[in-house]
């Protein structure tokens, strides 16, 4: 990827037990490397409900930084609707190279 690029960061939650998920919050990500990237916009939506054996999506829009590589992770938490236990989640992108 170039500098100063925006992109699109797609989460995809997927919720396979057979309550439903709820209060999902859209997590802060965490960047390690040697480059960074800036939020544009979002996420969105702010929180989310995945039902069981369903998925659901949470975006937001990026810009790359200076010459690098980084990697993003996060932990998505939410309620589970039955027992209201807190589900949670954790992922880590590949590492994302930004060159000129």
């Known amino acids: 990827m170039a500098t100063d ?11 396979w037990g057979t309550s439903a998920v ?8 965490t960047q390690t490397g040697t480059t960074s ?4 916009t979002g ?6 409900s995945v ?3 369903m ?12 010459n690098g590589t980084v ?10 609707a039955t027992s209201g236990l807190t589900d949670s989640v954790s992922f880590s992108s590949n590492p ?3 060159t000129p």
């Open 43 to 48: 996420p969105t939506p702010a929180t989310l």
């Open 51 to 53: 039902a069981g054996g």
């Open 96 to 98: 994302i190279t930004i």
């Open 55 to 66: 998925s659901g999506t949470i975006t937001g829009t990026y810009k790359s930084g200076a």
């Open 71 to 80: 990697v993003l992770s996060a932990t998505a938490t939410g309620t589970d």
């Open 5 to 15: 690029v925006a992109f699109t960061l797609t989460l995809t939650i997927t919720n």
């Open 22 to 29: 709820t209060g999902i919050k859209a997590p802060a990500l």
């Open 37 to 40: 990237v800036t939020r544009l």
